[in-house]
């Protein structure tokens, strides 16, 4: 407690000394001459009247008074409490002067002497029963009356993404030493290092790289989407202890660490609510301190996709910024919804946004809701959303833009695993079935989450427009005109092949989860004849291969040797359609003639198989020298003569299965 001149006492709770003169100027610090009251203090109630039962009232369990709500933005000081139930409460200065008197002893009589004292002004008891019942009750800091035990419920913030199976993954001890531990990456020069190297990578992926590419990557692999859903879950965890540690780093003590589901992505929280007793740098720094571990997390993935060059990294950092960006939105209850709270010094913004920003039209009157806000605040707030819109519409026109991408990679990705999938159990695989269910699984459930995440959220946008509009019809014709004119220019987008084109299907990475999934496509212009890129080599006699039945998949591109000149290996020509070349002989009725030798100068080096060497040596049969398929054809149609010799010029190396 401190005093004024006049004596009356001035109620500092939680170590700060509250102010009258936010209008003024006067700072945080500074206190004002309270009134004295000007009754003779024998006139206040000494008691309870004769017969009567005094009223005693107490706290609910668990209830902390925080103080006056440093850096507010207020006209008039707002003091802050936080029930049992973690939910932080909003006061006026009468009811925390009247909650912190309440001690479970003093009677409603007693305590009228206290905050009349404290508040400068004579409140009676039946001022302090009114408040007790009608105010602190409802709210949760004081139990009813005639209840038994202390807890007490209140009305809660009902939150857009709300958590299912709350549990508690570190404790508070775990907490503080890893906290402890991390504390160091909130030094200044440290974050401005992160910062700048953030804008590079930036300014690299987007920019030159390309980052809706190796989301098309992961799109066609379960197991990178596995491996994809496992690096934001531990985002997410890194995330949490960005806010612990900076709560940490600015002097407060962070509580535990735990989690809920929402739909199929886990959320997670961490409990800082002890840094309301610290200063507003020190709860804006907590504030940003988990998106600023995103943004150190990211760059820790750039640099293993250097060192290690897996794309499906990438594809983590690319979904890490939708992270952010969310996470900065104030429209539902996430960082930025604290991080806009504490720069403007409104503890609690729901329902107030929209009010502010329709005050900050020219001409337009301040809305009464708000009228108790600074301007300063006001134009805070304004600032955030006009700058935190574009960016999540800019992140959102970019995914729009490489929509049919993603819808035909994730199509033609569940067609291909569920198609492989049937034909193992319809070929008697069942464990390869069982394997590929599995990886069936791991496609569906991230396609159908984000599916199902999408619809709700435009849901709720088309009830909000609705609802916003249901009064002015001609909004109402504008806002639906100029979704009518993304949607149009979207579509012709798409359809006239503007956007950019899906990627070529990736073999599997892990092909036990995807049976019967080619593991190496190959261009068909390149394939000899009786190839085909799904299923390899099934023509008749295939090398390898026994009674005309080839190899189930082609062998990967590192491991099949090339020939040395590519062009030149073709399929036996029809000979219907192939002329004679002019100075060619009649063909003879006898044995087959072998193809003409090339000369010692026509191939790049010499071959093995047929040295042109001055001393001759017996030409190996034509199905050694052909093209792959021909090997196993030594019809009469493989033994004419070409149209020219290069034509069947042996290859430099053996082929496979020679």
């Given at each position: 407690?401190?005093?004024?001149?006049?004596?009356a006492?001035?109620?500092?709770?939680?170590?700060f000394?509250?102010?009258r003169?936010w209008?003024?100027g006067?700072?945080?610090t500074?206190?004002?001459?309270?009134?004295?009251?000007q009754?003779?203090?024998?006139?206040?109630?000494a008691?309870?009247p004769p017969?009567?039962?005094?009223?005693v009232?107490r706290?609910?369990?668990?209830?902390?008074?925080?103080g006056?709500?440093?850096?507010s933005?207020?006209?008039e000081p707002?003091?802050?409490?936080?029930?049992?139930?973690g939910?932080?409460?909003?006061?006026t200065?009468?009811?925390?002067?009247?909650a912190?008197?309440v001690?479970?002893?003093r009677?409603?009589?007693?305590?009228?002497?206290?905050?009349?004292?404290?508040?400068?002004?004579?409140?009676?008891?039946?001022?302090?029963?009114?408040?007790?019942?009608n105010?602190?009750?409802p709210?949760?800091?004081?139990?009813p009356e005639g209840q038994e035990?202390?807890?007490a419920?209140?009305p809660?913030?009902?939150?857009?993404?709300s958590?299912?199976?709350h549990t508690?993954?570190?404790t508070e001890r775990?907490?503080?030493?890893i906290?402890r531990?991390?504390a160091?990456?909130?030094?200044?020069p440290?974050?401005v290092l992160?910062?700048?190297?953030?804008v590079?990578m930036d300014?690299?992926l987007f920019?030159f790289y390309g980052?809706?590419t190796p989301?098309?990557?992961?799109?066609d692999q379960?197991l990178?989407?596995?491996a994809v859903?496992?690096?934001i879950v531990?985002?997410l965890?890194?995330?949490?202890?960005g806010?612990?540690s900076?709560?940490r780093y600015?002097?407060?003590?962070p509580?535990?660490?735990?989690?809920g589901?929402f739909?199929?992505w886990?959320?997670?929280?961490?409990?800082?609510t002890d840094?309301?007793r610290?200063?507003?740098?020190?709860?804006?720094?907590t504030?940003?301190?988990?998106?600023y571990f995103?943004?150190?997390f990211?760059?820790?993935?750039?640099?293993l996709?250097f060192?290690?060059?897996q794309?499906f990294?990438?594809s983590?950092?690319y979904?890490g910024h939708?992270?952010?960006?969310?996470?900065?939105?104030?429209?539902?209850?996430?960082d930025?919804?604290?991080i806009?709270?504490?720069?403007a010094?409104?503890p609690?913004?729901?329902?107030?946004i929209?009010?502010?920003l329709?005050?900050?039209?020219?001409?337009r009157?301040v809305e009464?809701?708000?009228?108790d806000?600074?301007r300063?605040?006001?134009?805070?707030?304004?600032?955030?959303?006009?700058?935190m819109?574009?960016?999540?519409l800019?992140?959102?026109?970019?995914?729009l833009w490489?929509?049919?991408?993603?819808?035909d990679?994730g199509?033609?990705s569940?067609?291909?695993q569920?198609?492989?999938?049937y034909e193992?159990?319809?070929?008697?695989q069942?464990?390869?079935g069982?394997a590929g269910?599995l990886g069936?699984l791991m496609l569906i459930?991230p396609?159908?989450g984000?599916?199902?995440l999408s619809v709700r959220?435009?849901?709720?946008?088309a009830?909000n427009?609705?609802r916003?509009t249901?009064?002015?019809?001609?909004?109402r014709f504008?806002?639906?005109?100029?979704?009518?004119g993304?949607?149009?220019?979207?579509?012709?987008?798409?359809?006239?092949g503007?956007?950019?084109?899906?990627?070529?299907?990736a073999?599997?990475?892990a092909?036990i989860?995807?049976?019967?999934?080619?593991?190496a496509?190959?261009?068909?212009?390149?394939?000899?004849?009786?190839h085909t890129?799904?299923?390899?080599h099934?023509g008749?006699g295939?090398?390898?291969?026994?009674?005309?039945?080839?190899?189930?998949?082609?062998?990967?591109?590192?491991?099949?040797?090339?020939?040395s000149?590519?062009a030149?290996?073709?399929p036996?020509?029809?000979?219907g359609?192939?002329p004679?070349?002019?100075?060619?002989?009649?063909?003879?009725?006898?044995?087959?003639p072998r193809p003409?030798?090339?000369s010692?100068a026509?191939?790049?080096?010499?071959?093995?198989a047929v040295?042109?060497s001055?001393?001759?040596?017996?030409?190996p049969?034509?199905?050694?020298?052909?093209?792959p398929s021909?090997?196993?054809?030594?019809?009469?149609?493989a033994?004419?003569?070409?149209a020219?010799?290069?034509?069947v010029s042996?290859?430099?190396?053996p082929?496979p299965?020679?």
């Amino acid at each position: 407690m401190t005093g004024d001149e006049s004596g009356a006492p001035v109620p500092g709770p939680g170590g700060f000394p509250y102010s009258r003169l936010w209008e003024d100027g006067a700072g945080e610090t500074a206190t004002a001459p309270l009134p004295v009251p000007q009754r003779p203090p024998q006139t206040q109630s000494a008691g309870p009247p004769p017969g009567t039962r005094a009223v005693v009232p107490r706290l609910s369990a668990g209830l902390r008074l925080h103080g006056e709500y440093q850096g507010s933005g207020f006209t008039e000081p707002k003091y802050i409490a936080r029930r049992g139930d973690g939910q932080v409460v909003q006061l006026t200065r009468l009811l925390h002067l009247t909650a912190s008197a309440v001690d479970g002893e003093r009677d409603v009589h007693a305590i009228a002497r206290l905050v009349s004292a404290e508040f400068g002004r004579e409140v009676s008891a039946e001022n302090i029963a009114y408040l007790v019942e009608n105010k602190l009750d409802p709210m949760g800091i004081t139990v009813p009356e005639g209840q038994e035990d202390d807890r007490a419920g209140g009305p809660r913030s009902d939150l857009l993404l709300s958590l299912k199976g709350h549990t508690v993954l570190f404790t508070e001890r775990r907490v503080a030493a890893i906290s402890r531990a991390l504390a160091w990456l909130h030094r200044p020069p440290v974050v401005v290092l992160v910062l700048l190297a953030a804008v590079a990578m930036d300014t690299w992926l987007f920019g030159f790289y390309g980052a809706m590419t190796p989301v098309l990557h992961v799109l066609d692999q379960p197991l990178l989407l596995l491996a994809v859903f496992g690096l934001i879950v531990a985002s997410l965890v890194f995330h949490e202890f960005g806010h612990a540690s900076a709560c940490r780093y600015g002097g407060a003590d962070p509580g535990c660490i735990g989690c809920g589901l929402f739909l199929i992505w886990p959320s997670m929280y961490t409990d800082v609510t002890d840094v309301y007793r610290i200063g507003r740098a020190g709860r804006i720094r907590t504030d940003l301190g988990g998106v600023y571990f995103n943004v150190v997390f990211m760059l820790g993935l750039t640099v293993l996709y250097f060192l290690t060059g897996q794309p499906f990294l990438l594809s983590a950092v690319y979904l890490g910024h939708f992270e952010v960006l969310e996470q900065l939105m104030p429209a539902v209850r996430l960082d930025g919804y604290f991080i806009l709270g504490d720069l403007a010094g409104v503890p609690d913004l729901y329902g107030k946004i929209k009010p502010i920003l329709l005050s900050m039209v020219p001409g337009r009157p301040v809305e009464p809701a708000v009228a108790d806000l600074k301007r300063s605040t006001r134009v805070i707030v304004t600032a955030w959303v006009v700058t935190m819109v574009p960016l999540l519409l800019g992140d959102l026109c970019y995914a729009l833009w490489n929509l049919p991408r993603l819808i035909d990679t994730g199509i033609r990705s569940l067609t291909q695993q569920l198609t492989g999938t049937y034909e193992a159990f319809a070929d008697g695989q069942v464990a390869s079935g069982l394997a590929g269910v599995l990886g069936s699984l791991m496609l569906i459930c991230p396609l159908a989450g984000m599916t199902y995440l999408s619809v709700r959220l435009t849901g709720r946008l088309a009830r909000n427009a609705l609802r916003a509009t249901a009064e002015r019809l001609w909004l109402r014709f504008v806002l639906a005109a100029a979704v009518a004119g993304v949607a149009t220019s979207l579509g012709f987008a798409w359809f006239s092949g503007v956007t950019p084109k899906p990627l070529p299907p990736a073999p599997p990475i892990a092909p036990i989860l995807q049976p019967h999934v080619p593991t190496a496509p190959a261009a068909v212009g390149t394939l000899p004849s009786g190839h085909t890129p799904a299923k390899g080599h099934t023509g008749p006699g295939a090398a390898g291969g026994q009674g005309g039945t080839g190899p189930a998949v082609m062998p990967l591109p590192w491991r099949t040797p090339q020939p040395s000149n590519p062009a030149v290996v073709l399929p036996p020509p029809n000979p219907g359609t192939t002329p004679a070349p002019p100075a060619a002989k009649p063909a003879p009725t006898g044995p087959a003639p072998r193809p003409p030798v090339p000369s010692p100068a026509a191939p790049s080096k010499p071959a093995p198989a047929v040295g042109p060497s001055v001393a001759p040596s017996p030409v190996p049969h034509p199905g050694a020298s052909a093209s792959p398929s021909a090997g196993a054809t030594p019809s009469p149609v493989a033994s004419k003569p070409q149209a020219s010799p290069p034509a069947v010029s042996p290859p430099a190396s053996p082929k496979p299965g020679h």
